[in-house]
C-alpha cells in the first residue's frame, strides 16, 4: 500500500512569488492533515480536512495560505504571495477515521519550501 | 493549554550504548494519546508507537520501549544497544481527546556513531 506522497520534495522561490504544495494521503483515508516546521522549531499543525470538508484551520497563519482538498481526494496548499518565514518543510498526514479523536496518522516526507 | 517539551536538544552515543530520549507533556484533558515518530535522514516521519492515557502498561518491541509515567507526565523512549541506522531525529506528540491537532515537541536528534 502507498503511503502518503507529497510533491514536489523541495521549491524555491522568491519572495513574492506563488507556490502550490501537492499531498496525496493514503488511499481510503477521509482525514487529511497539514503540518509545518519553519527551522529548528516544533511541528505546527495548519489544518484538517475530512473529506472535502474543512474540519480545523485554527493553525493557517494568515489569508496568504489556502488549502483545498476536491473530491476529498488529494490536497493542495498554496501561498500567494509567499513571505521569507513561510520557508520551511511543509508535511501532510493522513489517517483513516475518527476513533474518539487520535487515530494514528501517517506522515508524507514533506515538501522543503525555501523563500528567497 | 497542551504543550510537550523535549528537553534534549541532541544526543551523541557511540553503537550498542543504550540511550533514553524524554519527553514531558502538559494537558488538562483526562483522555489523551501519546505518539513517538522518527524522522530519518530521508526525512519523512516514520510512526513508532501510540499510547493512550489509560494504558501504563510499559511497551517492547525489540531494541525499543517505552516508559509511560501519568504521575511524572511522561513518556520516555529508549533505544537498547543503538546501532547506526538509529540515527535520526525522534518527535514526541499529544493529542487530546476529540481534537485532531497533534501538539509536538521540538524534537531530540539522536547520533549514533560506529
Known amino acids: 500500500e502507498a503511503g502518503v506522497t507529497q510533491f514536489p520534495s523541495h521549491s524555491v522561490i522568491e519572495k513574492g512569488q506563488t507556490v502550490t504544495l501537492r499531498c496525496d494521503p493514503i488511499s481510503g483515508h477521509d482525514n487529511l492533515y497539514w503540518y509545518r516546521r519553519v527551522m529548528g522549531k516544533e511541528i505546527k499543525f495548519l489544518l484538517h480536512f475530512v473529506k472535502e470538508s474543512k474540519q480545523d484551520e485554527s493553525g493557517m497563519p494568515n489569508n496568504r495560505f489556502l488549502a483545498e482538498r476536491t473530491g476529498g481526494t488529494y490536497s493542495t496548499l498554496k501561498v500567494q504571495p509567499a513571505e521569507l518565514e513561510d520557508s520551511g518543510v511543509y508535511f501532510c498526514?493522513?489517517?483513516?477515521?475518527?476513533?474518539?479523536?487520535?487515530?494514528?496518522?501517517?506522515f508524507g516526507p514533506g515538501t522543503r519550501l525555501t523563500v528567497l | 493549554a497542551q504543550k510537550v517539551t523535549q528537553a534534549q536538544t541532541e544526543i551523541s552515543v557511540v553503537e550498542k550504548e543504550d540511550v533514553t530520549l524524554d519527553c514531558v507533556y502538559e494537558t488538562r484533558d483526562t483522555t489523551y494519546y501519546l505518539f513517538w515518530y522518527k524522522q530519518p535522514p530521508s526525512g519523512e516521519l516514520v510512526f513508532l508507537i501510540r499510547r493512550n492515557s489509560f494504558d501504563e502498561q510499559n511497551e517492547i518491541s525489540g531494541r525499543y520501549s517505552w516508559n509511560f509515567q501519568k504521575s511524572t507526565s511522561s513518556f520516555n523512549f529508549t533505544i537498547t544497544a543503538s546501532q547506526v541506522v538509529d540515527s535520526a531525529v525522534y518527535f514526541c506528540?499529544?493529542?487530546?481527546?476529540?481534537?485532531?491537532?497533534?501538539?509536538f515537541g521540538t524534537g531530540t536528534r539522536l547520533q549514533v556513531f560506529p
Open positions: 498526514a493522513s489517517s483513516q477515521t475518527r476513533s474518539g479523536g487520535a487515530d494514528t496518522q501517517y
Open positions: 506528540a499529544l493529542n487530546a481527546y476529540n481534537t485532531d491537532k497533534l501538539i
